[in-house]
């Protein structure tokens, strides 16, 4: 299963170059997915372009409609890793884009 780059790592790049698209570090996967709503905007406000996670780590849920929708919020795109499995696919082309 491939790592998510650090936070650190994805900070610089993007400091070094502003202008290069950069998929969510691995503290911002869990800020997408736990932290309230107002921490995501602001100066707190995320600054990747894309989410590449898992659909689940271990008892984690990480891909939710909530998730999907703060990203495309922020606009930003959400690529969930292979799905070998037909009724977690169903499941999620059945989510919808809308935060509750």
Wanted: one cysteine or more; hydrophobic letters at 45%; glycine letters at 4%.
């Amino acid at each position: 299963m491939p790592r998510l780059l650090s936070h650190a790592r994805i900070s610089r790049v993007r400091h070094i170059l502003p202008d290069v698209a950069t998929a969510a570090s691995s503290k911002e996967v869990v800020m997408m997915r736990f932290a309230p709503s107002a921490l995501l905007r602001g100066r707190h406000r995320p600054r990747f372009t894309c989410l590449q996670v898992p659909a689940q780590k271990g008892a984690v849920t990480v891909v939710t409609p909530k998730v999907i929708a703060r990203a495309h919020a922020m606009g930003a795109q959400v690529h969930v890793w292979t799905i070998d499995d037909a009724a977690e696919m169903h499941g999620c082309l059945t989510w919808e884009s809308t935060e509750s």
